[in-house]
């Protein structure tokens, strides 16, 4: 009795274990324009405050900078909208055009798409027995077996690929939301002082909350390390933005362009 008495305490530790050991993975978030906002939004960021820090570096007015940053922000946000449009249509396109060619394989060539679904199910580990009959199960339904093969070449179905008009849309509103945050400083501080050198330090720091926040959600929308994600996007703002200043300095200072 002494003894099942020290045993049954230790049980509860040991399941606790297993159920740690268990626990589902956090997924990701889903969504379908995360990716578009997410990467439109970084790289308005740097476009931005890049071109700030080459203005600044150059001892342009504010004026200069609000002409010069609006106008490329609004012109960088068509073409980026225009080609995750273009990009979004091709790939629905080729994905349409796939299909049509796996289809007619699928009808016209079965025992021989049979033989390379199989090949792909032992090398993923499927022994050859079973890999013959899901294989075998699959050939009952066409539209399996499209899908099956489509999806051993990596490609989705047209279906799955959203409306390119609005991936295009959503990136161009992001792109101008998110590359205004370097611009703000400037026109926020217009009341409080004339000094381009103080609105440049503030684009800065709004450029670098920006970076922060968008590395937040990159990090929660993949699962990554949050800490780490918004050093990574810190750091990519900060060398571009170092870069921009470099040559905005060095083209007015050393090779004597100046006004």
């Known amino acids: ?110 025992r021989s798409q049979q033989e390379e679904l199989v090949q792909r199910y032992q090398a993923l580990g499927m022994h050859a027995a079973d890999a013959a009959m899901v294989v075998s199960i699959f050939a009952k339904y066409p539209d399996i077996l499209v899908d099956e093969k489509m999806a051993g070449r990596g490609i989705q179905s047209a279906d799955q690929n959203g409306k390119p008009w609005k991936n295009g849309l959503i990136t161009f509103v992001a792109f101008l939301v998110f590359g205004c945050a370097p611009i703000l400083a400037f026109i926020i501080l217009i009341p409080f002082t004339n000094d381009d050198k103080i609105k440049f330090i503030g684009a800065c720091v709004l450029s670098a909350v920006a970076l922060a926040l968008l590395g937040l959600a990159k990090a929660k929308i993949a699962g990554q390390n949050y800490a780490i994600s918004m050093g990574i996007t810190l750091f990519n703002g900060a060398i571009a933005g170092l870069a921009a200043y470099a040559i905005g300095w060095s083209l007015r200072n050393v090779a004597g362009l100046e006004e």
């Open 1 to 110: 009795m002494a003894g099942n008495e020290n045993i049954v305490p230790l049980l509860p530790s040991i399941n606790d274990g297993k159920l740690e050991k268990n626990q589902r993975p956090k997924g990701p978030w889903k969504g379908e324009f995360v990716k578009s906002v997410v990467y439109a939004g970084l790289d308005a960021i740097v476009t931005s405050f890049s071109l700030i820090s080459s203005i600044s570096a150059g001892h342009l007015s504010s004026v200069d900078v609000l002409v010069l940053g609006f106008a490329n922000l609004v012109a960088d946000g068509i073409s980026m909208g225009f080609g995750d449009f273009v990009s979004s249509s091709t790939e629905r396109d080729v994905a349409a055009k796939e299909r049509s060619v796996t289809e007619w394989d699928v009808e016209n060539r079965r």
